[in-house]
């Protein structure tokens, strides 16, 4: 399965990205759907978690500002980012994990998108 992730920039302080992430191939079912972030010489945090049932939760320094939203029709994964903050600048990863269909049998997959550059100006 393959993660094209979308969406990053250059914003102000106290401005908005919209993150795409659309999972693509021979996939059967999506459990999870999840965006990470990370700096450098930092550990990889999760930022937005969203289940096949919608139920969401968000990483403390997040909440309030960001949404994450799955379209499950296109298989793809948004995370709405309102008032940013400089400390919110990261390469953001998206992380999709469930079941692609063989010839035989469904099987479990996890897999990363390329990862997207957001970055808040002070």
């Known amino acids: 399965v393959q993660l094209q992730a979308s969406g990053g920039g250059l914003v102000q302080a106290g401005g908005s990205l919209r993150l795409s992430c659309a999972a693509s191939g021979s996939v059967f079912s999506i459990y999870t759907m999840n965006w990470y972030r990370q700096t450098p010489g930092a550990q990889r945090e999760l930022v937005a978690v969203i289940s096949s049932t919608g139920m969401t939760n968000y990483a403390d320094s997040v909440k309030g500002r960001f949404t994450i939203s799955r379209d499950n029709a296109k298989n793809t994964v948004y995370l709405q980012m309102n008032s940013l903050k400089p400390e919110d600048t990261a390469v953001y990863y998206c992380?999709?994990?469930?079941?692609?269909?063989?010839?035989?049998?469904?099987?479990?997959?996890?897999?990363w998108g390329q990862g997207t550059l957001v970055t808040v100006s002070s």
């Open positions: 992380n999709v994990v469930g079941t692609i269909a063989t010839m035989t049998h469904v099987e479990p997959f996890a897999s």
